[in-house]
């Protein structure tokens, strides 16, 4: 199994705060690396595949970066909107594992 | 427009059985692979498994462990999940969703998702 880890786990910022989140797999994935957000009673929603490609109508400020076993997501300038929980997500095989998310809140 | 309904959680009692449907509309249900995901409350989200668009092959999370079997309707626009010997561990919202295979397999459209509890 590929082993995912985020960090933070959480973090507090601000509207316009410039937020990095970091997830590190066991093994090398290449590209095959996913984003999500997720909100409480809400479904995930994906925001970036491939390490780097921006999802349909998913706004400019969330960023991907990385490969192999270090991943970025990045949000340019926090909005109201984006206090969520992201997670990141390999789909290099079909165990698809998660990682176990970095909430971000006010 | 995409759209995937959930259906069939309920509570039910340690080692019995349920089965989650899942109604697909608003595209050709017949190209795409897809999985169900669970979340268990205030936990991350886990795969449970993954079927093909024709479903010659199937896959499980570990954790399954021979419990749980896919299967899906191409006929009925659903998908299905078939779970039995539940355990409280099993508790949690399940969530369908679609494999994007122009997007290395991220997960492109979900559903709201079902909430299985599973408690004497």
């Known amino acids: 199994d590929i082993q995912m880890t985020q960090s933070p786990s959480s973090l507090s910022a601000s509207v316009g705060d410039r937020v990095t989140i970091t997830c590190r797999t066991s093994q090398n994935i290449l590209t095959y690396l996913n984003w999500y957000q997720w909100k409480p009673g809400t479904a995930p929603k994906l925001l970036i595949h491939t390490a780097s490609t921006l999802q349909s109508g998913v706004p400019s400020r969330f960023i991907g970066s990385g490969s192999e076993t270090d991943f970025t997501l990045t949000i340019s300038s926090l909005q109201p909107e984006d206090f969520a929980t992201y997670f990141c997500q390999q789909s290099i095989n079909t165990q698809f594992n998660f990682g176990p998310g970095t909430k971000v809140d006010l | 427009e995409v759209q995937l309904v959930e259906s069939g959680g309920d509570l039910v009692q340690p080692g019995g059985s349920l089965r989650l449907s899942c109604a697909a509309s608003g595209f050709t249900f017949s190209n795409y692979h897809m999985v169900w995901v669970r979340q268990a409350p205030g936990k991350g989200l886990e795969c449970i498994s993954f079927?093909?668009?024709?479903?010659?092959?199937?896959s499980y999370a570990d954790f399954v462990e021979g419990r749980f079997t896919i299967s899906r309707d191409n006929a009925k626009n659903s998908l299905y999940l078939q779970m039995n010997s539940l355990r409280a561990e099993d508790t949690a919202v399940y969530y369908c969703a679609t494999y994007c295979t122009k997007c290395s397999g991220a997960f492109d459209s979900w559903g709201q998702g079902t909430l299985v509890t599973v408690s004497s």
């Open positions: 079927i093909t668009s024709t479903s010659s092959t199937t």
